[in-house]
């Protein structure tokens, strides 16, 4: 029968008894202050949802020194939760349920050695986990494995946070951080490799101390000494096994510490050696044969200018060689003849195509050149008019010979419809307008230089047939002059003069100026024979279609003592304007001679010719009504023949005022005219011709006269 007492809320009595050991039950359904000990050895309920133990030192015992558990048990509404004693390990417990020692979270044994079954968090803003007490002793956590024990923890001997094999700090370390500095201890001193493994997906690498060999190791893999990229022995050797690559904006390997020592790169070679590097006694950058710089120098950079030495001054070759897919070439120092040499293949001193001396004489092939090329001149020196010295041991005619030998006209561009090939091209081209430029192909000289020779020749074109066999050469020209432009153009070009060949002749102090000539062409036979040339000058219509005209076959625009001489010196000259003049007689043997008419005026009283003004050679004049008329000349020259013919439209007689043996007016009808109707008297529509010869400026000296009569 259960037995039950109730303490009232509305009542709060104070109950001061002792509850003694016969109630089973104690239940306490209201606010209840209880002022003494109070003991239960059944089952203590509380319906509120709090208790409050009061009191200077409050205590609530759970058990009563009975061999059995003891616990507190949290009934859930989904999980139950229990702390207590397990009496059966003598441990305070912690877990999930209500049965002490199943699905335990953590226990505390007698020594407070703290069990944890399960993860362990620790949350909140700056969640930490204490271990230690700041006391003189070792604090760690050891991880308890099936096989093999490790722990991690402060060695307060030593002062150092240890990760190591066991749970004894400071014994077989694998990973040891100090507390007076930030170095990180990685092994334990023993005889064995100590290696950082990177265990990745694909790939697996490794850093770490290779014990057998003692160098640090950095490989691939996971076993040290195996597949090793890079090395360092105890003399800070850095050995790499394979190939080094700098990335990044902008790489940079440097070498030394701006100590007063060597720093190098040595390429160790089976059965030669190579370095290079600083050599910091001479403040140089060698490329040298061995590893000491300094000896058999093969490459060196100065540091105090821009120069780069090749060579060790041995007595040695020393040479750049060219190894090319076909053709080898060098250029170098021949040592045995101290030349500077550029060549075929790579064995210096064969096949030579330039060499240069200790006298700066340069050959080209076999043959010496003494010249210095500066800016395109060809000089012996940098003065300004510097010039090509070519000395009295020079045994050739030419400073500079270039010949072609054509053998297959095949693949020779045309030009105008022929395989052209040209020893020489050069062409000056102006792409920018200015009126005040000048492009000029080619300037060459022949110079006296203050000496006296037999020819100076600025230039000397030929056309030359060589050979013996009956060959057709269709034309062969010396020299050629072709003015041409861009056919097709839709746009004028603006011309002042052009020509195909322009000689201008500028004189200077010369003791006969006569000498002096626009053009030379000088004819004769290379057996020595006669012969019978073509045309002196020769001006023909081009094969381009259309017909060309010529404004003036021959010009000659400037003031001549005579204009034209022929072979037997006779001249032809036009000295005076519309009049040309020959030193000896003018015979046609073959041909007419045609002359011009025009009017010389009217005849009324008188009519005075002015043969200054009279451009046709036959001069028509009329007669007016029957008026007697005057005719007259003046300006005449000496020497001149006068045709003229006159036409009466009258019976006025016409006289010659000043007729050559005449004192008086001569009158063409007189005795003097012959013909069949001479002398008959003057009438309408009668003509007369008369042919005379001027004696002076107003005189004529008639040498014919010709009269027909209208009857």
Avoid at 119 to 148: K, S, W
Avoid at 598 to 606: A, D, L, N, Q, R
Wanted: with cysteine; glycine share 12%; proline share 1%.
């Amino acid at each position: 029968m259960k037995k039950m007492f109730k303490f009232s809320l509305i009542s709060q009595v104070v109950i001061g008894v002792f509850i003694t050991a016969f109630l089973t039950t104690a239940v306490v359904s209201a606010a209840t202050t209880i002022g003494t000990n109070m003991t239960t050895a059944g089952t203590l309920e509380v319906t509120g949802n709090t208790i409050t133990l009061g009191g200077t030192t409050p205590t609530m015992t759970v058990g009563d020194a009975g061999a059995e558990d003891a616990a507190i048990v949290y009934n859930g509404n989904a999980q139950d939760f229990y702390v207590g004693l397990d009496d059966t390990a003598d441990d305070l417990v912690f877990g999930l349920g209500s049965a002490l020692g199943t699905t335990q979270a953590m226990s505390i044994d007698e020594n407070l050695l703290v069990t944890m079954s399960a993860d362990a968090l620790l949350n909140g803003t700056t969640p930490a986990l204490t271990m230690g007490d700041a006391g003189a002793e070792d604090t760690q956590i050891n991880f308890d494995g099936n096989a093999v024990d490790f722990s991690f923890g402060l060695d307060d001997s030593a002062d150092k946070l240890v990760l190591g094999l066991g749970t004894t700090l400071g014994t077989t370390q694998r990973l040891t951080f100090n507390s007076a500095d930030l170095n990180i201890l990685v092994g334990d001193a023993t005889a064995a490799d100590v290696a950082f493994i990177y265990d990745g997906n694909a790939q697996d690498f490794y850093i770490g101390l290779d014990d057998t060999a003692d160098d640090l190791v950095f490989g691939l893999g996971s076993a040290l000494g195996t597949t090793q990229a890079m090395s360092i022995d105890e003399n800070l050797l850095v050995t790499m096994s394979a190939d080094a690559l700098l990335n990044g904006t902008t790489p940079a390997l440097t070498m030394g510490d701006a100590g007063e020592e060597d720093t190098q790169i040595n390429f160790d070679g089976a059965a030669q050696d190579f370095s290079f590097g600083l050599d910091d006694s001479a403040d140089k950058l060698v490329l040298g044969l061995g590893t000491t710089l300094g000896t058999t120098e093969r490459l060196t950079f100065n540091s105090v200018d821009l120069n780069i030495l090749v060579g060790d001054a041995t007595a040695a070759d020393v040479a750049f060689i060219y190894d090319g897919n076909a053709q080898d070439f060098y250029a170098g120092l021949d040592d045995s003849a101290d030349d500077y040499v550029i060549g075929l293949g790579s064995a210096l001193g064969t096949t030579q195509a330039i060499g240069v001396d200790e006298n700066v004489d340069v050959s080209i092939g076999t043959n010496t050149m003494d010249a210095l090329i500066l800016k395109g001149r060809l000089a012996t020196s940098t003065a300004a008019g510097a010039a090509l010295a070519i000395d009295s041991t020079y045994t050739y005619a030419e400073g500079m010979e270039l010949r072609y030998a054509v053998s297959d006209f095949t693949n020779i561009p045309l030009i105008d419809a022929e395989e052209t090939f040209k020893a020489g091209y050069l062409r000056a081209e102006s792409t920018v307008d200015d009126a005040s430029a000048v492009v000029m192909g080619l300037e060459s000289y022949g110079v006296a230089n203050a000496v006296g020779i037999s020819e100076a020749i600025g230039v000397r074109g030929q056309g030359y047939v060589k050979g013996d066999t009956a060959d057709t050469v269709s034309n062969v020209y010396a020299v050629q002059g072709w003015l041409s432009g861009d056919a097709g153009r839709t746009t004028a070009t603006t011309l002042v003069e052009a020509a195909g060949i322009n000689s201008r002749i500028v004189s200077w102090d010369v003791a006969d100026d006569t000498k002096i000539h626009g053009f030379v062409g000088t004819f004769g036979d290379m057996d020595g024979d006669s012969a019978t040339f073509g045309n002196g000058i020769l001006l023909q219509d081009g094969p381009e279609a259309g017909t060309s005209i010529l404004t003036a076959g021959l010009n000659i625009n400037m003031a001549a003592t005579n204009d034209i001489v022929l072979q037997n010196d006779d001249t032809i000259t036009n000295g005076a304007a519309g009049v040309i003049t020959f030193s000896t007689d003018i015979a046609s043997t073959d041909g007419r001679l045609i002359l011009g008419t025009e009017t010389g005026g009217t005849c009324s009283t008188g009519l005075a010719i002015d043969l200054s003004a009279v451009a046709k050679g036959v001069i028509t004049t009329i007669g007016e009504t029957n008026t007697a008329c005057a005719i007259s000349f003046t300006n005449g020259t000496a020497g001149e023949v006068v045709f003229l013919s006159h036409d009466y439209t009258g019976t006025g007689v016409v006289t010659f005022a000043d007729v050559t043996g005449f004192d008086a007016a001569w009158t063409p009808v007189g005795a003097t005219c012959s013909g069949i109707d001479a002398g008959v008297t003057a009438a309408n529509n009668d003509h007369f011709y008369l042919v005379g010869v001027m004696t002076s400026a107003t005189e004529i000296m008639i040498t014919g006269c010709q009269y027909f009569d209208a009857a």
